[in-house]
T-cell receptor, first 114, second 113 residues
């Protein structure tokens, strides 16, 4: 597609429920990244996929967070047993290669845990 | 540990004032450096980037940044701001080998008309 597409744009969930956030990167981009943006916290790196390599999961804050990327394209970020501190905007970005050149960000999913 | 520090959390300027936003990084090895901007209600956009060569890089909308290796700094500048520059600005770094970007906390810029 023309840009990085994320869905849903907004999600309100009850504490304790699981949520899935989707990212559809730009076609042909081999690298895909997830970040979390909280008020006053900047952008926090979560996870990074590059081609067929093992993902860099070093930013996932707890084992309630997981992500997968199917067929080198669409990615899903799953948060299990959501907590109020998980409320944030979850951003996805893709780039054509892993050098960091040409990151394109999606508009994000605003997650609110009530 | 890799980190990026932006010194100013909120900057308020009048139109036509000059702007300089500070960014320092801590990163072992050769780096790529970026400034991103997020206008109200919009997604992050790349302002400018430094990979190698001339340490003074020019970006969109009249912004520029200077990489000073000895100071581990990559400050963003604009000679004369406009009301439309009101946004949040993020400095970021990654290894020149690629991989994840490490972002600073962001600086909110408010420009008074």
């Amino acid at each position: 597609g023309a840009g990085v597409s994320q869905s849903p744009s907004n999600k309100v969930t009850e504490k304790g429920k699981d949520v899935e956030l989707r990212c559809d990167p730009i076609s042909g981009h081999t690298a895909l990244y997830w970040y979390r943006q909280s008020l006053g916290q900047g952008l926090e790196f979560l996870i990074y996929f590059q081609g067929n390599s093992a993902p860099d999961k070093s930013g996932l804050p707890s084992d309630r967070f997981s992500a997968e990327r199917t067929g080198g394209s669409v990615s899903t970020l799953t948060i299990q047993r959501t907590q109020q501190e998980d409320s944030a905007v979850y951003l996805c970005a893709s780039s054509p290669q892993e050098t960091g050149y040409g990151y394109t960000f999606g508009s994000g999913t605003r997650l609110t845990v009530v | 540990a890799q980190s990026v520090s932006q010194h100013n959390h909120h900057v308020i300027l009048s139109e036509a004032a000059s702007l300089e936003l500070g960014c320092n990084y801590s990163y072992g090895g050769t780096v790529n450096l970026f400034w991103y901007v997020q206008y109200p209600g919009q997604h992050l956009q790349l302002l400018l980037k430094y990979f190698s060569g001339d340490p003074l890089v020019k970006g969109i909308k009249g912004f520029e940044a200077e990489f000073i290796k000895s100071k581990f700094s990559f400050n963003l500048r604009k000679p004369s701001v406009q009301w439309s520059d009101t946004a949040e600005y993020f400095c970021a770094v990654n290894s020149n080998q690629g991989g994840k970007l490490i972002f600073g906390q962001g600086t909110e810029l408010s420009v008074k008309p």
